[in-house]
């Protein structure tokens, strides 16, 4: 089973960009690279999924190099509403289960 | 988007009964769906796969026989904690995984359920 690995916790300021880099070196070769937001008492939500290279969508960027040993989730310009813990996972290809880490909790600050 | 509802949101039961709570996808089919519990502070902890139409596979610690699990339909999964004790106290989320999504199996979660057992 691929194990990620993400700093415990950041600090932001309103207006920043904030980029969350998450280990994963046992991936494997059909394995995908998802990212969820989750504020307290509610269930994650997904942020962005990528396989390889770049991947953008309207709320962030995933940025995934060759080796796909790690990833780089990117929130551009973050805001208050943006304090959560994020997770990254990487998604087993044999049943789609989702093993969680630790997370990052992210606190954006004024 | 998909959405997935959990029912009750909050439950407060007494030690020794019993607790159902029920998963739904509203807007899209789902053979697969999953459980999980969450204590403060920590992260999810993965308990059990639920199979619509077969019996769930549940992750090495859990108990099947204290946390029941039905998947009776294509969006409807049930997780009973059977003689609930305070320990069991915890914050329940189920996900499910759109059948006619694409190859990534992108899973959408529910709210939760918080659970006070007393």
């Known amino acids: 089973l691929a194990k990620t690995t993400q700093p415990i916790s950041m600090d932001s300021y309103e207006g920043q960009e904030v980029n969350i880099t998450c280990s994963h070196n046992?991936?494997?070769?059909?394995?995908?690279i998802t990212w969820y937001q989750q504020f307290p008492s509610q269930g994650p939500r997904f942020i962005i999924q990528?396989?390889?290279t770049k991947v953008t969508n309207e709320v962030a960027s995933l940025f995934i190099p060759a080796d796909r040993k790690s990833s780089t989730l990117s929130l551009p310009r973050v805001s208050l509403s943006d304090t959560a813990v994020y997770y990254c996972l990487v998604l087993l290809n044999q049943g789609g289960k989702l093993i969680f880490g630790q997370g990052t909790e992210l606190s954006v600050k004024p | 988007g998909a959405v997935v509802s959990q029912h009750p949101s909050r439950v407060i039961c007494k030690s020794g009964t019993s607790v159902k709570i029920e998963c739904r996808s509203l807007d899209f089919q789902a053979t697969t769906m999953f459980w999980y519990r969450q204590f403060p502070k920590k992260s999810l902890m993965l308990m059990a796969t639920?199979?619509?139409?077969?019996?769930?596979?549940?992750e090495q610690g859990v108990e099947k026989d204290k946390f029941l699990i039905n998947h009776a339909s294509l969006t409807l999964s049930t997780l009973t904690v059977t003689s609930a004790h305070p320990e069991d106290s915890s914050f329940y989320i189920c996900s499910a995984r759109d059948i006619s999504g694409r190859p990534s199996y992108e899973q959408y979660f529910g709210p939760g359920t918080r659970l006070t057992v007393t």
């Open positions: 639920s199979n619509e139409g077969s019996k769930a596979t549940y």
């Open positions: 046992n991936i494997a070769t059909n394995d995908y």
């Open positions: 990528g396989y390889k």
